[in-house]
């Protein structure tokens, strides 16, 4: 009897953590199911857009959407009553001769007091877009913008190019305050610009009730908010006092708003139309794509990657402008040090500066007497130096949306222009305990780290999933290491060694201890002060090897975060993640795409290791089709 109370309990036993096993498998194929259902509706949609616009008249389509590309082409004409004189004002005010892209429809629709949304790329022109109309109409534009340094910077340069624009911020004196107020309900419009935070018009009764004034006077003529993202708190940069500029378009229902960003996914966007109550603007997406910019992602593969940048900065890009973005203010003072010592003219820019320092480096490097600006993301918005020839990520940035947006600071004359970003394994825990507050913080970072970590995908086909666009990869031209370099990678079962350092985890945990990551890679490699030297099946890969697998594995949920906090710091530590389990499975496996860093010895290693199953195998970056011809284009553009 009792031995069959044993048996059935060991039965009991194996069966439920077979059933764990397949729960778990079934929840990850129905993530797969979800992620394959919205990748497979977005490009429905895709196909539907292009099939309508190609289909002849009177053939089935779907509803009409209220305004159709056919409506929108109108806009992109010269025939409107301002046409002239704002293709004058092109020339003599801001001393361009032609449009850029997208930039005469935005123009001719806000114009004609359409609300609208314009995405565009970071450093395509989209001031010009409220500036030009503000100088072709009657009375004056109100313009919100999240930093009172931008507004700075904006109304130096429309200063410098005789436009009458004022600011009310934080920083205006009372005489300014009221001067700008006054102008606000002259009939005479003294400015054509009026720049203000957000905060004031949340906070502002006095400045409501001049807005009031003017709109009764009709001297109210458009509401620009820019970088309208900040709306949303799905969008990468949100503010809250963005949540309450709704009550602009309920004050002030007729005045044409057009809304700015350079980084905005769809749902971001509806966001920001619920909450600015807009009632259906008209939204136009240029495309993501910045043909002139070469992306590349290094290994940082010491604590410090300085040497490398120095002798970038002095070989490859000698005499030419560019940035370096690090993580802190302390990383920004010390690598601006450290490049100085390489006699490289470098200087630091933080939030933490005094705004006349700010400024000064800013002049200097914009006037070419230093070469390199060692910054925070604190150097950023507003920042207008068309020939930065590389921009340089000492540290990963946060998420693919601060990525994209931070590197296109570079090669805004259009001329070629590098955007690398070192990929360190220790700064990804630096960041995360950064975002750990914040909503998605996580799940951005991890998009980001994917990026980096990615050997075969084209990096803009990587960033395109961010804009909701299809991309084709021979669209890239070779303008990304991946695609230019064919990178050989290999494919690898990591199965053995997925286990053996998911059990050195465990084994922590059993005694109630926390690992660091860096701690696990140390016991992994035999080293540190690890107290289950004994039992860990130590690796005999490299460091960075090592890494990239720690890597994999909390990407791809056998490792997950465990935050702890102190009053002064959080920490990081690894802890089995939801798939850690399938390990004990001896059907699962687990394969990797690692870059060709690691040694053909290597592979021979693991692929020992991993005994018959063993899968290693060089590969290369999907070639050309052997008849030489690209695959059809499925790069699909957003409107228009
Ligand atoms: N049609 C044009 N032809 C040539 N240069 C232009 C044109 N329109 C704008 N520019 C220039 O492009 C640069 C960037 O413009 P702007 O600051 O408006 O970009 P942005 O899209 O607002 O960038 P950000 O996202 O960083 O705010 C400016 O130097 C501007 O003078």
Redesign the pocket.
């Known amino acids: 009897m009792a031995n069959n109370v044993d048996d059935a309990q060991a039965e009991l036993d194996s069966v439920e953590a077979e059933l764990e096993m397949v729960e778990l498998q079934i929840s990850e194929l129905l993530e797969k199911q979800t992620k394959l259902n919205s990748r497979k509706n977005k490009l429905l949609q895709v196909l539907e857009g292009a099939c309508s616009s190609a289909q002849p008249s009177g053939s089935s389509k779907p509803p009409k959407p209220s305004f159709s590309k056919q409506d929108l082409k109108h806009y992109e004409e010269s025939g409107f009553s301002w046409s002239e004189e704002v293709q004058a004002k092109?020339a003599s005010v801001?001393q361009?001769?032609?449009?850029?892209p997208l930039?005469r429809t935005a123009i001719n629709l806000s114009m004609s007091g359409k609300d609208l949304f314009l995405v565009?790329?970071?450093?395509?022109?989209?001031?010009?877009?409220y500036?030009l109309p503000a100088l072709c109409s009657k009375g004056y534009t109100l313009v919100i913008a999240p930093l009172v340094s931008?507004m700075e910077d904006?109304l130096m340069?429309l200063k410098s190019v005789n436009v009458p624009a004022v600011t009310l911020n934080s920083s205006s004196t009372k005489e300014d305050s009221k001067r700008v107020l006054a102008g606000m309900i002259d009939k005479n419009s003294p400015f054509k610009l009026l720049y203000v935070t957000p905060e004031k018009i949340a906070k502002s009764k006095l400045l409501m009730s001049k807005l009031e004034k003017a709109y009764n006077m009709s001297l109210l003529a458009r509401i620009a908010v820019?970088?309208v993202h900040c709306c949303s708190q799905w969008g990468h940069d949100f503010r809250p006092d963005y949540k309450l500029l709704g009550i602009l378009k309920r004050q002030f229902p007729k005045v044409p708003l057009v809304g700015?960003?350079?980084t905005a996914t769809s749902s971001v966007l509806k966001d920001c139309q619920k909450i600015l109550c807009v009632q259906e603007p008209i939204t136009l997406t240029a495309p993501f794509n910045r043909p002139n910019l070469y992306y590349e992602v290094r290994f940082k593969d010491s604590d410090d990657c300085t040497d490398q940048i120095a002798q970038l900065i002095r070989e490859r890009y000698k005499n030419q402008s560019g940035i370096v973005y690090v993580f802190s203010q302390k990383d920004a003072e010390a690598v601006a040090t450290d490049l100085q010592k390489r006699n490289i003219l470098a200087q630091p820019y933080h939030a933490n500066m005094e705004p006349s320092d700010k400024s000064l480096v800013h002049q200097r490097w914009s006037s070419k007497k230093i070469q390199v600006v060692v910054a925070t993301v604190a150097f950023?918005?507003?920042?207008?130096?068309?020939d930065v020839r590389f921009v340089i990520h000492h540290t990963i940035s946060k998420s693919i949306e601060n990525y994209y947006?931070e590197s296109?600071?570079a090669g805004?004359?259009d001329g070629s222009a590098d955007c690398i970003v070192f990929f360190g394994f220790a700064d990804i825990f630096r960041i995360s305990s950064m975002v750990v507050m914040e909503n998605t913080g996580q799940q951005k970072l991890q998009n980001m780290v994917a990026y980096c970590q990615n050997v075969d995908r084209c990096r803009r086909a990587m960033m395109a999933v961010h804009f909701d666009e299809v991309w084709d990869d021979d669209e890239c031209n070779q303008m990304c290491d991946v695609c230019r370099h064919g990178n050989e990678y290999i494919t690898m079962d990591i199965t053995k060694q997925a286990r053996d350092v998911v059990t050195i985890v465990e084994m922590a945990s059993s005694v109630d201890e926390k690992l660091t990551p860096l701690k696990v890679c140390d016991a992994w490699l035999g080293k540190g002060p690890a107290k289950h030297r004994k039992t860990i099946k130590v690796t005999s890969l490299s460091r960075l090897e090592v890494e990239s697998i720690i890597i994999h594995l909390l990407l791809h949920g056998y490792f997950s975060e465990d935050f702890s906090f102190t009053p002064y710091t959080t920490h990081f530590y690894l802890k089995l993640g939801r798939k850690a389990a399938l390990l004990k499975n001896e059907n699962h496996s687990i394969t990797m795409k690692m870059r060709r860093m690691m040694s053909q010895a290597t592979v021979k290693k693991v692929s020992e290791s991993a005994g018959e199953k063993s899968s290693a195998k060089v590969e290369g970056k999907r070639p050309a089709d052997s008849d030489g011809k690209k695959s059809v284009a499925k790069k699909v553009k957003t409107l228009p």
């Open positions: 092109l801001f361009l001769t032609k449009f850029r930039q565009m790329p970071t450093g395509r022109g989209k001031s010009l877009c500036q931008l904006q340069y820019d970088e700015l960003t350079a950023g918005m507003g920042i207008d130096k068309a947006q296109g600071r805004r004359d």
